[in-house]
């Protein structure tokens, strides 16, 4: 069984701070990550996914993905109330997706 | 097509009955998988079937577990002789196939309660 860990959290950021949520995953053999959105009650939703080490950014969000080090983040800049939510971290492997646990993300305002 | 569609929304079952649920997927997706998330987990993975051929199915999926996919279209999992461990929120998640295959859109998900 893969392992996909995350920090359960809750991690509690101030309105407009940067949340840094981490990932870290067993199969050095993985090749892409995603990260999820998920609110109470609600199904995922995907926020961004990246398949090479380094960054990626598409607006407020940046993925980053270190292979070497078999760890993945994410950073949500500018942080707002309507971003509280679980961060689920996900890891491919030839067609099967593994979750982490999630991590409960709260932002004050 | 609005997206992925799963019925019922609901379901309580007392022990012992046999439940099924449906999932439609968006139209012109031909990977649909099928997933279980209890309270303060991830989603697991259960199986997963591209057009009509189940080409995964976890070890996680006991024999009273069995997914269909008739036609390549909609997909049914039916859980025969239900457990109280069986209550859980069972998602269904569909995409394409080529450079999008990764990018999974999810239902709202199926609550199944067995009392």
């Known amino acids: 069984q893969k392992e996909v860990e995350q920090n359960s959290g809750p991690l509690s950021v101030p309105e407009g701070a940067i949340a840094s949520l981490n990932c870290t995953y067993s199969?050095?053999?993985?090749?892409?990550f995603f990260w999820y959105r998920q609110y109470s009650g609600k199904s995922p939703e995907l926020i961004m996914f990246?398949?090479?080490?380094g960054d990626k950014e598409d607006g407020r969000f940046t993925a980053q993905l270190n292979k070497a080090s078999q760890y993945v983040s994410l950073l949500i800049r500018d942080s707002q109330p309507s971003d509280s939510a679980t961060y689920l971290c996900?890891?491919?492997?030839?067609?099967?997706?593994?979750f982490g646990s999630g991590t409960k993300l709260n932002v004050k305002p | 097509d609005t997206g992925v569609s799963q019925n019922p929304r609901h379901k309580i079952t007392k022990r012992g009955q046999n439940v099924t649920f449906r999932c439609d997927p968006i139209s012109e997706h031909n990977r649909l998988y099928w997933y279980r998330q209890t309270l303060g987990q991830g989603p697991e993975f259960l199986t997963y079937?591209?057009?009509?051929?189940?080409?995964?199915k976890s070890r996680l999926l006991s024999d009273r577990f069995s997914a269909e996919r008739p036609k390549g279209s909609f997909s049914t999992l039916e859980i025969q002789r239900t457990e109280q461990g069986d209550s859980a929120m069972y998602l269904c998640?569909?995409?394409?196939?080529?450079?999008?295959?990764?990018?999974?859109?999810f239902g709202a998900g199926t609550r199944l309660s067995v009392l």
């Open positions: 996900a890891v491919n492997d030839f067609n099967k997706f593994y």
């Open positions: 079937f591209q057009n009509e051929a189940q080409l995964e």
């Open positions: 990246i398949y090479s080490n």
């Open positions: 199969d050095r053999g993985s090749q892409s």
């Open positions: 998640a569909s995409s394409s196939t080529g450079k999008d295959r990764n990018i999974q859109y």
